[in-house]
T-cell receptor, first 116, second 116 residues
Framework: DTGVSQDPRHKITKRGQNVTFRCDPI?????LYWYRQTLGQGPEFLTY????????KSRLLSDRFSAERPKGSFSTLEIQRTEQGDSAMYLC??????????????FGSGTRLTVV | AQKVTQAQTEISVVEKEDVTLDCVYE???????LFWYKQPPSGELVFLIR??????QNEISGRYSWNFQKSTSSFNFTITASQVVDSAVYFC?????????????FGTGTRLTIIP
């Protein structure tokens, strides 16, 4: 169990550019979540995968955002035509099903995005 | 919809004092989970405790203790004999089963500063 890995840790991009983040969850966790955290706020839910299926997207996730989890393993979050309002910490978390033993969420260290 | 309120935005105490962080939640579900996470300056969310809605026993782990009261929808967190290393932002979170999506709803966090 090596934890949840996110790459890159930091990303600075110019407004209008596309960016892609990667998340590698804990291998036996079938659920994967993306959250966004802005300064002074708690993390907010963006989207959720159970295995390879994306089952829910928050209204926070505009059409410029897309997430994938091919083969139910790692996940990518892409933001197209970035805007300054996209600047935030993007957190990935993975978990087992609620009925499993040791149910809980493990978070990665996050990717801090700065749009200039 | 679920909601978590952490009314204390910032708390400062002198080292070795006890401190309690408040958390009040709202949910329509009878089955839910409550969590506390610690977020140090490095940014990673560190899991502290999980409590399910059927277990109202208070829990103690070293200097940490948690008081869960369903009657007042509160899940408060107490640090005894605080230390400088306890300085961080602490988040309370709620997980319901929203048609299979077990996403976390976070409070806005309490920034705790321990003064040496």
């Amino acid at each position: 169990d090596t934890g949840v890995s996110q790459d890159p840790r930091h990303k600075i991009t110019k407004r209008g550019q596309n960016v892609t983040f990667r998340c590698d969850p804990i291998s036996e966790h079938n659920r994967l979540y993306w959250y966004r955290q802005t300064l002074g706020q708690g993390p907010e839910f963006l989207t959720y995968f159970q295995n390879e299926a994306q089952l829910e997207k928050s209204r926070l996730l505009s059409d410029r955002f897309s997430a994938e989890r091919p083969k139910g393993s790692f996940s990518t979050l892409e933001i197209q035509r970035t805007e300054q309002g996209d600047s935030a910490m993007y957190l990935c978390a993975s978990s087992r099903d609620r009925g499993s033993a040791n149910y809980g969420y493990t978070f990665g260290s996050g990717t801090r995005l700065t749009v200039v | 919809a679920q909601k978590v309120t952490q009314a204390q935005t910032e708390i400062s105490v002198v080292e070795k004092e006890d401190v309690t962080l408040d958390c009040v939640y709202e949910t329509r579900d009878t089955t839910y989970y409550l969590f506390w996470y610690k977020q140090p300056p490095s940014g990673e969310l560190v899991f502290l405790i999980r409590r399910n809605s059927f277990d109202e026993q208070n829990e103690i782990s070293g200097r940490y203790s948690w008081n869960f009261q369903k009657s007042t929808s509160s899940f408060n967190f107490t640090i005894t004999a605080s230390q400088v290393v306890d300085s961080a932002v602490y988040f309370c979170a709620l997980s319901e089963n929203d048609f299979g999506n077990e996403k976390l709803t976070f409070g806005t966090g309490t920034r705790l500063t321990i003064i040496p």
